[in-house]
C-alpha cells in the first residue's frame, strides 16, 4: 500500500532539511546503515511526528540534527545553518531532549533547573518568572525541594522537558518522551508540548513508537529501515484502507482465543483485542463474512473507520512478505486445573515510614493473563518485587505456586521467571552466551541446557544473532532476548514487567501472540504495562494507586466501575485517567 505524500512546502516555511542524509555505523559484523539517503522537510511552529519501528533511525536523525553526530553523506540544514559546518551554532538554537534525559538525580528539581539555566545562558534576572511559569506549567512547584532521583518516571520527563524550555527554543527535538510514563503523565506531556507551540510558536519534532500518539502530530514522517516510506498528515496513511478495518465479536469465544484464531487466517492481515471485541484488518477490500472467517453464525462483524496505526501495520507486514501465522512455543504444558496460584492477603511494603504497598489483596488463577496497573510511583514495581521474592514484604501474607514466600523464598522462585524492566541483560556477553548464562542459573547443565539454548534461539527468532552482543541488539531483539532468558526453565509462572516499553506495535504483536501461547500452555502471566490498548488483552487487572488497589476486575467490568455521569468510560485509558486522577486526590 503506497503512503501519502504531503505537497512541499515553501522554503520559508521549513526549519530543518535533510537531503541525501546518510549514516552507518561500524558493529561486529561490519558497516550497519542507520540512515539511507533520507529527504526530510520539517515545517514551521507545528508537532511533527517522526514514527518508526525500533532501528528505523529515528534516535540517530535526532542526533544528527542537533549536531552530536557528523553524517557520512548528504546535506542536513537547520533553522538556515549547515549542522556540518556550524554545529555549535545549530546547538546554541535547538534543545534535544533524548530517551534518557539527562537530569542529576542527586541534585533537586530546584537545582536542576539551575544548573541548566546556567548552561543555556539564562539571565539571572529572568529565572524565577520562569521557573515559575514552567513549574505551574509541569505541575512540578509542591517538588522543587525533591531530589530527582526521587521523582516518578512521569514526573522525571516533565521535569526534562522544563530543562529544556528554559530558554524557549526556536526548534525543540523530543526522542521517545513518553516511553514508560503512565496515561496521566503521558497526558500532560502532550499538553505542554501543545501549549508552548501555541504560546512561543516553537517548532518540535518529536519521536515515538507510540502510535496513537501519531494522531496528535500536525504532520507525520514514517521511518523503516532507515529510509523514509512516507510523510503526511496522520489521516492519509490510513485512506486506503477503508473496507478493510472491521470489529469481530463471538459470544461465547474467549477474546484471546478469537484473536489467535482470526491471526491464523490467511484472509486476516492483523488481529488484535479492543474491548470486548477483536479488531481485524484483511488481506483484501473483500467484506468477510462469519462463513469465510470460520466463525459461529452468531459472530458478528462490524466495519470500523481506519486508523493510523492500521495504516502503519498493513504497509510494514506487506513489505516483510508472507503472512507469518500464530506464535507456537512449544512449550511443556503446565499441570493442573484453574486453582489459584498466586495469592496475597494485606500485604504491605513501607520503606521508613512511606508505605509503598498498603492492603494488597490480590488472587491470580493458573494460566490467567494479569494486569498490574497504577501511575508512575503506585507501587506496581514494589508489588512485583515481592511477588518474585527480591523484596520482603513488611506485613501481611504472600504465597505464590503454593509456597509461602516469607519462609521458603527460594523454592518460589525455581518455578518462576521474571523479565525486568530494563531486560536484565548483560551487555558485553552475546545472545548465546547470555542463554547459557540464565540456563545455568536456574540450575540446567549439559545436554538439557543445549536443548533450551536451541530452543531459545529458534523459538525467538535469534538464530542469526547467536555471536552478536546483546548491547548492540534493536529494542525488539533484546526484548525478545529477555523473553527467552526468562523461559529457559519452563517456569509456571511469568513475571514481566513493563517488557514493551519502547517497542514499537509490530513487536508488541509479536510479544503478546507468545503470551497468548504461554498462556494456553498453562502459564500464568502477570504483567504491568502503561499502554492501555496492551492492558485490554489481560483477562483481568488490578488498576493501583498510592500503593492501594482501586479497582479490580475484567477490562469491561473495570469500564463499569468508573462510570460516572456520562456513563461507563470509552476506552481503558479513559478509566484509567479516572481512576488515578480520583486516586491521588484521595491519597
Excluded at 478495518?245 to 491471526?263: D, E, I, Y
Aim: aromatic fraction near 6%.
Amino acid at each position: 500500500m503506497p503512503l501519502s505524500d504531503v505537497a512541499v512546502p515553501p522554503a520559508s516555511d521549513v526549519v530543518l532539511s535533510a537531503q541525501g542524509l546518510t549514516r552507518r555505523f561500524a558493529t561486529d559484523t561490519g558497516l550497519s546503515t542507520a540512515l539511507d539517503a533520507v529527504d526530510i522537510e520539517v515545517r514551521r511552529g507545528q508537532v511533527t511526528g517522526l514514527i518508526g519501528p525500533d532501528g528505523a533511525g529515528k534516535t540517530t536523525f535526532m542526533r544528527l540534527a542537533c549536531g552530536l553526530l557528523r553524517a557520512d553523506a548528504g546535506t542536513l540544514t537547520v533553522l538556515g545553518m549547515d549542522v556540518a559546518t556550524e554545529p555549535q551554532s545549530v546547538q546554541a538554537e535547538v534543545r534535544y531532549m533524548p530517551q534518557r534525559f539527562g537530569l542529576y538525580e542527586d541534585l533537586s528539581v530546584a537545582e536542576n533547573l539551575a544548573l541548566y539555566a546556567d548552561l543555556q545562558g539564562l539571565s539571572p534576572a529572568g529565572r524565577p518568572a520562569r521557573y515559575g511559569e514552567l513549574m505551574q506549567m509541569t505541575g512540578l512547584a509542591p517538588f522543587m525541594a525533591r531530589l530527582a532521583g526521587r521523582l516518578s518516571g512521569g514526573m522525571k520527563q516533565k521535569l526534562g522537558v522544563a530543562c529544556a524550555l528554559l530558554k524557549p527554543p526556536r526548534l525543540l527535538l523530543l526522542d521517545e518522551p513518553t516511553v514508560g510514563v503512565d496515561p496521566v503523565s503521558r497526558r500532560e506531556l502532550w499538553a505542554i508540548v501543545d501549549r508552548m507551540v501555541q504560546d512561543t510558536g516553537t517548532t518540535v519534532l518529536v519521536s515515538t513508537a507510540y502510535l496513537d500518539e501519531a494522531e496528535r502530530c500536525a504532520e507525520v514522517i514514517v521511518l523503516h529501515e532507515g529510509r523514509v516510506i512516507g510523510t503526511g498528515k496522520p489521516g492519509s496513511f490510513s485512506a486506503g484502507l477503508a473496507g478493510r478495518t472491521f470489529l469481530v465479536a463471538a459470544p461465547g469465544v474467549q477474546r484471546r482465543a478469537l484473536a489467535t484464531s482470526l491471526q491464523a487466517s490467511a484472509k486476516i492481515l492483523d488481529a488484535v483485542i479492543q474491548g470486548d471485541q477483536v479488531r481485524i484488518i484483511t488481506a483484501t477490500a473483500d467484506i468477510p463474512t462469519t462463513a469465510t472467517l470460520g466463525l459461529a453464525a452468531s459472530s458478528t462483524i462490524s466495519p470500523v473507520a481506519p486508523r493510523f496505526e492500521d495504516g502503519f501495520v498493513v504497509h510494514i507486514k506487506e513489505s516483510r512478505g508472507p503472512h507469518a501465522g500464530v506464535v507456537d512455543l512449544a512449550m511443556r504444558p503446565v499441570a493442573g486445573g484453574r486453582e489459584v496460584v498466586i495469592r496475597t492477603e494485606n500485604l504491605e511494603r513501607r520503606f521508613g515510614d512511606f508505605h509503598a504497598v498498603r492492603e494488597l489483596d490480590l488472587a491470580v488463577r493458573r494460566g490467567e493473563v494479569f494486569g498490574l496497573l497504577g501511575a508512575n510511583g503506585a507501587g506496581k514495581s514494589t508489588t512485583f518485587r515481592m511477588l518474585c521474592g527480591l523484596l520482603p514484604p513488611s506485613g501481611g501474607h504472600i504465597e505464590v505456586a503454593g509456597v509461602d514466600l516469607r519462609t521458603a523464598p527460594a523454592e518460589a522462585r525455581a518455578r518462576i521467571g521474571y523479565m525486568a524492566q530494563r531486560f536484565s541483560l548483560y551487555g558485553n556477553l552475546t545472545v548465546r552466551e547470555n542463554l547459557r548464562f540464565f540456563a545455568s542459573a536456574y540450575g540446567l547443565s549439559g545436554a538439557l541446557r543445549t536443548e533450551r539454548i536451541d530452543w531459545a534461539l529458534a523459538q525467538f527468532e535469534l538464530a542469526d544473532h547467536a555471536e552478536a552482543g546483546s548491547e548492540s541488539l534493536p529494542l525488539g531483539f533484546k526484548q525478545r532476548l529477555a523473553m527467552a532468558a526468562a523461559l529457559m526453565h519452563e517456569p509456571e509462572i511469568l513475571f514481566l514487567d513493563e517488557p514493551t516499553s519502547g517497542v514499537d506495535p509490530l513487536a508488541r504483536r509479536d510479544f503478546w501472540q507468545r503470551i497468548n501461547a504461554l498462556a494456553g500452555a498453562g502459564v500464568t502471566v502477570l504483567v504491568t504495562t502503561h499502554f492501555m490498548e496492551e492492558a485490554e488483552y489481560c483477562d483481568r487487572l488490578a488498576i493501583m494507586a498510592a500503593g492501594r488497589v482501586l479497582a479490580l476486575g475484567t477490562p469491561a467490568e473495570i469500564k463499569a466501575q468508573t462510570a460516572d455521569e456520562t456513563g461507563p468510560a470509552s476506552s481503558l485509558e479513559e478509566a484509567f485517567i479516572r481512576l488515578a486522577t480520583s486516586g491521588a486526590e484521595a491519597a
